[in-house]
């Protein structure tokens, strides 16, 4: 195999899969700093909790409530279990796993930018523009085809 044979279906590949790579990518990050779920006074936008529901359960529904999972206590339990809980998680993260998660954010709009690079370079520079536009339409396509229908 040849590298321009190489380089052509890397091209290919890439365009087929770069939709899900930036959308897997963008879901990602909001989940490093839990934007995807509710939270205190936080409510996340309804849209971007249906797309952390495709990242991590493959649907576009509504999103599962928390509360309906936890086994029922009563109202003062619950309050002092949450209160408990939110502080265990504020002394569990450490600087390390914040800067992790910042590191982490920082890769993922990299290759977000990365993949818009690559789209561009195989939009303009394929020999086949057809192929390279089909295949590019088939990747952004072919996921939501197969939301909409499940």
Do not use: N
């Not at 952390?52 to 999972?69: G, I, L, N, R, W």
């Not at 709009?109 to 295949?135: H, N, P, T």
Request: charged letters at 15%.
């Amino acid at each position: 195999m040849t590298k321009l044979t190489v380089r052509r279906w890397h091209t290919y590949i890439g365009l087929l899969a770069s939709p899900s790579v930036i959308f897997f990518a963008l879901t990602g990050a909001t989940q490093l700093f839990d934007l995807h779920e509710p939270h205190g006074d936080y409510h996340p936008p309804l849209l971007m909790e249906k797309l952390s529901a495709v990242h991590k359960d493959q649907v576009f529904a509504q999103p599962h409530e928390h509360d309906a999972e936890e086994p029922q206590h009563s109202h003062a339990q619950a309050g002092q279990s949450e209160a408990t809980k939110d502080s265990a998680d504020e002394e569990q993260e450490h600087a390390g796993t914040l800067v992790l998660k910042w590191f982490f954010l920082l890769v993922a709009l990299g290759l977000c930018v990365s993949s818009c690079l690559g789209i561009y370079l195989g939009l303009s520079q394929s020999r086949s523009k057809r192929l390279a536009w089909v295949l590019f339409a088939a990747g952004c396509l072919i996921p939501v085809t197969i939301l909409v229908l499940s």
